[in-house]
């Protein structure tokens, strides 16, 4: 079946530092990706997606490439700051019915 | 304000105590449903429902049922909790089910359930 996969964190950065989070998947067809933040307390917000191969998300400075070949959407910033301390969910949706998210990586970046 | 509500946001209950937790979105969405959020699992899919009275079950729909009466309206129904039913749990709508297409999914704060 369909599934996501996400690197294990917790990850902890210094403010400016560059940011990757990896995610691949496992899905028949072309499924669409997807990359939701959660900040503390609250419920998860899309931040960016992409629906088809070669395709680029953005939003705030994230990006994250839709790479059909290596079957991965991995979410990079190249600057990053104490704001964007959150869980970050990789997810996907596909012709069935259901979305499939990732396990969730915690991000916390320190001034 | 366009915006998915849940109540209650928290709730200590004990084993074998029916409850339910309530989900409204104002946003005339067709698709709605339920997650659960644990540590190191990430969010699993309960019960999803692609319009009024079409529900289907998610990965994890045992100990659960939902009903989908009005279009606004996704009530969660835990008719004899457990303690491995203790998570946090979302509901989320958006416009029209996923089918491969990128519609955005709007999700409610969240219920913290406790059960003992």
């Known amino acids: 079946g369909d599934s996501v996969t996400q690197m294990e964190g917790p990850v902890t950065l210094s403010e400016e530092a560059f940011l990757t989070i990896n995610c691949t998947y496992t899905?028949?067809?072309?499924?669409?990706l997807f990359w939701y933040v959660q900040y503390p307390g609250e419920g998860l917000q899309l931040l960016l997606k992409?629906?088809?191969?070669?395709d680029k998300g953005s939003n705030k400075g994230f990006e994250a490439t839709y790479r059909k070949e290596t079957t991965s959407f991995h979410l990079e910033k190249g600057s990053v700051q104490v704001s964007d301390s959150a869980v970050y969910f990789c997810?996907?949706?596909?012709?069935?019915?259901?979305?499939?998210f990732g396990t969730g990586t915690s991000l916390t970046v320190i001034p | 304000e366009a915006q998915v509500t849940q109540n209650p946001r928290y709730l200590i209950t004990v084993t074998g105590k029916k409850l339910t937790v309530t989900c409204s979105q104002n946003?005339?969405?067709?698709?709605m449903s339920w997650y659960r959020q644990d540590p190191g699992l990430g969010l699993r899919q309960i019960y999803y429902s692609m319009n009024v009275e079409v529900t289907d079950k998610g990965d994890v729909p045992e100990g659960y049922k939902v009903s989908r009466k009005e279009k606004r309206n996704f009530p969660l129904i835990l008719e004899s909790p457990s303690p491995n039913q203790t998570s946090l749990y979302f509901c989320?709508?958006?416009?029209?089910?996923?089918?491969?297409?990128?519609?955005?999914?709007?999700f409610g704060p969240g219920t913290r359930l406790t059960v003992t």
């Open positions: 946003m005339n969405h067709e698709y």
């Open positions: 992409a629906t088809k191969a070669d």
């Open positions: 899905a028949t067809g072309y499924p669409s």
């Open positions: 997810a996907l949706s596909n012709t069935g019915n259901q979305f499939y």
């Open positions: 989320a709508s958006s416009l029209y089910p996923p089918r491969g297409d990128s519609y955005e999914q709007y």
